[in-house]
């Protein structure tokens, strides 16, 4: 293994309905309280149980806000993140990124001998195609009989 990390990056426009306690999430970073190192950007650092965006389901923690209905989020202090989302009313349109770790490689040290880690999915299509062949030929076979 490398040692890299991949990541894949995804964007995608979330909205939300202010419920009784709010969006729902928890936000942490700004210009003044990077959370990411050379990042000033907001990141979903806690979903709130049963929360408006707990019940959507797409926002989850770690992922970055780019823009609150429209309104981007680069180099904001946090206090003034956190008055534009009090502020943004019942209907809330968020532009979100995700970020997912990607596997680049084997799990861990592999000796010699042990299964190569080919899925068992990836395996069982071909047995299952030569079977269905054996199977077809068989009764092919019968019937010449």
């Known amino acids: 293994m490398?040692?890299?990390v991949d990541y894949l990056?995804?964007?995608?426009e979330i909205n939300l309905f202010r419920g009784p306690s709010g969006l729902?999430?928890?936000?942490?970073?700004?210009t003044d309280q990077?959370?990411?190192?050379?990042d000033t950007g907001i990141y979903v650092s806690r979903i709130k149980e049963d929360g408006a965006a707990a019940q959507?389901?797409?926002l989850q923690e770690g992922d970055k806000i780019l823009s609150v209905n429209g309104q981007d989020l680069k180099n904001l202090l946090h206090q003034d993140a956190v008055?534009?989302?009090?502020?943004?009313?019942?209907a809330v349109s968020l532009k979100v990124?995700?970020?997912v770790q990607v596997q680049n490689g084997p799990l861990g040290h592999r000796g010699e001998g042990e299964p190569s880690g080919i899925p068992v999915a990836m395996m069982l299509v071909p047995l299952c195609a030569v079977a269905m062949a054996v199977?077809?030929?068989i009764m092919r076979y019968r019937q010449r009989l």
């Open 24 to 30: 729902g999430f928890n936000i942490v970073g700004g």
């Open 97 to 99: 990124q995700h970020r």
């Open 9 to 12: 990056v995804t964007e995608e």
């Open 34 to 38: 990077q959370y990411v190192s050379n």
């Open 83 to 90: 008055d534009l989302f009090r502020n943004a009313g019942y």
């Open 135 to 137: 199977a077809w030929a």
């Open 2 to 4: 490398n040692g890299r």
């Open 56 to 58: 959507d389901g797409r």
